[in-house]
Each structure stands twice: as C-alpha cells, then as structure tokens.
T-cell receptor, first 116, second 109 residues
Framework: NAGVMQNPRHLVRRRGQEARLRCSPM?????VYWYRQLPEEGLKFMVY????????ESGMPKERFSAEFPKEGPSILRIQQVVRGDSAAYFC??????????????FGSGTRLTVV | RKEVEQDPGPFNVPEGATVAFNCTYS??????FFWYRQDCRKEPKLLMS???SGNEDGRFTAQLNRASQYISLLIRDSKLSDSATYLC??????????FGTGTRLTIIP
C-alpha cells in the first residue's frame, strides 16, 4: 500500500514560469491537504480538498495559486508566474476521516520548489 | 493569540536524560491532538495521537489537560536518534489540522 506520493521531489523554475506540483493520496483516503513550509519556519495550511471539491482554501494566496483534485488522477497545486518568495517545501497530506473526526495525516515527502 | 503555541527551543539535552515539551492551544472546542516529528528536510511523521487523558508509547508519554488547554510530550532515556523538531498538532473539529511551529531538540552524546 503506497503512501502519499508527491512529484517532483525537486523543482526549479525561473521567475515568471509556472510550477505544477502533484500529489496522489494514500489508497482509501479521500481528503487531501496542501501545506507550505518556508525555510526555518513551521507548516502553513494552504488548502483542503476532497474529490472535485475545494473544502477550505483559507490559506491560499489570493493570486497565482490554485488547487484541484479531479475525479481521476492526482491533486494538483499550481503556481503561476512564480516569484522568489514562492521558494519553499510544499507538502501534501491525506487523511481518513471518520464521523467528522480527522485521525491524523500521512504526509508525502514533499516538493522542494526553488525559484531562480 | 496563535492557535497552537510551542516553545521553539532549541533544547540541547544529554543522552539518557528526560525532556518534556509543552504546547498550548486556543480553541477550547478542539477534539483531537497529535505530536509529529520532523527531521531536517524531511516530511513530518506522526509520533503519537493524544486522546482523552493521554497515552504512552515506549519512552514517549503524551498528556492532555483540557482545562488548561495544553498538551505535553515527555521523552525518557533520550537517544541520539530522538534529535528532531517536534510539532504539536491540533484538530479543531473542522477536519483541518493546525500545526505549531515546532520545538527543536538536539540530543548531545
């Protein structure tokens, strides 16, 4: 049973390019979460999705960032026109929720985005 | 006030010693609590869930004090491999987990 799969592990983009980060949840998990971790800082919530639905995007910057979790395929975090400040580790997690209670996340190994 | 607050440390502790971390949370409706461990440049990994009055797993003990809204993590007989950042995590009941900024622990030989 594969864990949460993220790719790519490392991504280098020039300023102004687009970055696409992919995440496949654990088998049987229907909830996906994206977090961002800046160097020497804690994890910051970005967005929470279920299949074909964005449940909570309160942590997403208002511009350039978008996320989706289609019926088929992985969840995608898309960053348009990247800037140096977007350089960070982006972690995806999935969870099993029973009766509204979240029993903890399993994280993917992250995508380290470097904007040059 | 932050939703989850932790002492960032660093805690530098000799091997074999006992170390304890505390964490406070602001949402009194929070329903479940976790400790995660994060090694340098790696993903966070679940260390322990904390339910009701707390629980123990080997050298690790987690406790919850709902009245004072804090949870603690105790590590006994610390080992070099315990060096990591320990993240306090709270579920406010909305299926979204909120992470503290972490406490950095270094075990000294």
């Amino acid at each position: 049973n594969a864990g949460v799969m993220q790719n790519p592990r490392h991504l280098v983009r020039r300023r102004g390019q687009e970055a696409r980060l992919r995440c496949s949840p654990m088998k049987g998990h229907s909830h996906v979460y994206w977090y961002r971790q800046l160097p020497e800082e804690g994890l910051k919530f970005m967005v929470y999705l279920q299949k074909e639905n964005i449940i909570d995007e309160s942590g997403m910057p208002k511009e350039r960032f978008s996320a989706e979790f289609p019926k088929e395929g992985p969840s995608i975090l898309r960053i348009q026109q990247v800037v140096r400040g977007d350089s960070a580790a982006y972690f995806c997690a999935s969870s099993l929720t029973v009766r509204g209670l979240n029993y903890g996340y399993t994280f993917g190994s992250g995508t380290r985005l470097t904007v040059v | 006030r932050k939703e989850v607050e932790q002492d960032p440390g660093p805690f530098n502790v000799p091997e074999g010693a006992t170390v304890a971390f505390n964490c406070t949370y602001s949402n009194s409706a929070s329903q479940s609590f976790f400790w995660y461990r994060q090694d340098c440049r790696k993903e966070p990994k679940l260390l322990m869930s904390v339910y009701s009055s707390g629980n123990e797993d080997g050298r690790f003990t987690a406790q919850l004090n709902r009245a004072s809204q804090y949870i603690s993590l105790l590590i006994r007989d610390s080992k070099l491999s315990d060096s990591a950042t320990y993240l306090c995590v709270v579920n406010g009941g909305n299926e979204k987990l909120t992470f503290g900024t972490g406490t950095r622990l270094t075990i000294i030989p």
